[in-house]
């Protein structure tokens, strides 16, 4: 094939892939309306689309970034994870797989209102979604064995988890205090009646040496 040749076929795939993409905006018709009632819907599998989200909520498709704001939330209400740990984009009549690199959405703010075991903590996604840490929507740390640190994540809906960013981490622990959970005394912060484990107390210590 010659390069000419080879040129061409990549402009066809990509446009193809393009037009494929409009399509499936047309058809997220709840753009702006919240998100689509995805798992209700049971469409057929029709491969995967050239679409990632890498770690800091960045969006990309065909290897470029999706500057158009409006046009990742619009994709955010259709997504999905299933049981198969895979992420999808969501229709009544397709189903395409994306990739993640680590959570689909960013917890970027946060508000805390309350105090005690009346504490709500609230969190903005950038992708706009508002949730309130608690029952449905629990909060869960992970070691971060490769520096060491934290990792904390919201649930947002189905099994759409949000990575709370470092800064908005930094505020969340100033709102943490020492519980007795199981007779073994952690660091923890409440929200909406439940408790959520960040670290044993007596390792928060030795951390804060």
Known sequence: MTERSEHRERSLTGATEARGLEALISRATRAGKGA????????AFCGDLDMEIKQDGTWFYLGTPIGRMPLVQLFS???????????????????????????????????????????????????????????GHPLRFVDEDETGGLKPYVLVRGRLEALVTRPVMYELVE?????DIGGKTMFAVRSKGEIY??????????LSM
């Open 36 to 43: 689509a009632p995805v798992e209700r819907w049971n469409p």
């Open 77 to 135: 209400t259709v997504l999905r994870k299933d049981e198969d740990g895979k992420t999808y984009l969501v229709t009544p009549v397709e189903r395409v797989g994306i990739r993640v690199v680590d959570a689909p959405f960013i917890a970027v703010e946060m508000n805390v209102s309350g105090a005690g075991a009346g504490q709500i903590v609230t969190f903005r996604t950038n992708v706009g979604d508002v949730v309130e840490a608690g029952p």
């Open 197 to 206: 484990p960040i670290m044993p107390t007596e390792k928060l210590k030795r």
């Open 175 to 179: 709102h943490g205090e020492e519980i």
